[in-house]
């Protein structure tokens, strides 16, 4: 059974930075995308940032320069570093990972960036 878990989420104020980590674990199928979503209250889920295993990276235009994504393949972990966190950051961020042609999602965490 595959498992996504996260951690890192948080409240900061505006100008912070943190940093999300997610681990995968479960498929018999290597892990190819990993990425991260958000979804703000009342809005739909939208693309943060996305790597693959041979680290080709893609973000969001509302998050370049500030967000940094990475991964471990060894360990199936997906990591992003944000700062100059902005109050419309404010989201539940989610993991997503690939195997065999299917996402697997995680539970998400919170992130909160106060004015």
């Given at each position: 059974q595959v498992q996504?878990?996260?951690?890192?989420?948080?409240?900061?104020?505006?100008g912070g930075s943190l940093r999300?980590?997610?681990?995968?674990?479960?498929?018999?199928?290597r892990f190819n995308s990993m990425g991260w979503y958000r979804q703000a209250p009342g809005?739909?889920?939208?693309?943060?940032a996305t790597i693959t295993s041979g680290a080709i990276k893609t973000y969001a235009d509302s998050v370049k320069g500030r967000v940094t994504i990475s991964r471990d393949n060894a360990k199936n972990?997906?990591?992003?570093?944000m700062?100059?966190?902005?109050?419309?950051d404010t989201?539940?961020?989610?993991c997503k990972a690939?195997?065999?042609f299917q996402d697997?999602?995680?539970?998400?965490?919170?992130?909160?960036?106060s004015p």
């Open positions: 996504v878990v996260e951690s890192g989420g948080g409240s900061v104020q505006a999300l980590s997610c681990a995968a674990s479960g498929s018999a199928f809005k739909q889920r939208e693309l943060v972990a997906v990591y992003l570093q700062n100059s966190l902005k109050p419309e989201a539940v961020y989610f690939v195997a065999g697997y999602w995680g539970q998400g965490t919170q992130v909160t960036v």
